[in-house]
């Protein structure tokens, strides 16, 4: 397993969304995971980027703020493609007033939906941040389970030479 990789479980975790919610937006090609596809076969681990996170924790906070589905869906895709998130994810900036989404680079205003006055201010960057925070903790946790756990193995082990 790759070092960036995240299971479904973690993409949930770190994402603070739903593993219903992670299956249905991959079934509906909203957010697909990146690395790694079960492709409908039983068994074989999704594995999420941290790009992916960083998406999951975009729609869900749009849908949060009152943003429907089908027009997140059709914002994403408009992003996906004229927004270059794939190089510039810290520098995209989403505006919604709760009934459409505009992207903002550069000082430049592009309406993802239709025309609105603009409300609500959500960073691509300040999520991007906050999914990085939250990568590290979880790494750390991770490696102190780790590392309690071969100390654990070792005591164990110590005890079974001594008897």
């Given at each position: 397993m790759k070092k960036d990789a995240f299971t479904s479980k973690q993409a949930c975790y770190l994402s603070a969304c739903?593993?219903?919610q992670l299956r249905y937006w991959d079934k509906v090609n909203l957010v697909n995971p990146s690395i790694q596809s079960s492709n409908g076969k039983p068994g074989v681990p999704k594995m999420y980027s941290f790009r992916d996170i960083v998406a999951l924790r975009v729609i869900k906070t749009l849908l949060d703020n009152?943003?429907?589905?089908?027009?997140?869906r059709r914002a994403w895709k408009y992003l996906s493609k004229n927004a270059n998130l794939t190089h510039h994810l810290s520098e995209v900036r989403l505006v919604s007033d709760g009934k459409t989404i505009y992207s903002v680079e550069d000082k430049e205003v592009f309406d993802a939906l239709k025309n609105?006055?603009?409300?609500f201010f959500e960073t691509i960057d300040s999520i991007t941040q906050d999914v990085k925070e939250d990568?590290?903790?979880f790494e750390l946790d991770k490696e102190r389970f780790l590392n309690l756990l071969t100390k654990v193995e070792e005591?164990?082990?110590?005890?079974?030479?001594?008897a």
């Open positions: 739903t593993s219903h009152g943003m429907s589905i089908q027009r997140v609105g006055q603009l409300t990568v590290s903790k005591d164990v082990l110590s005890q079974e030479l001594q």
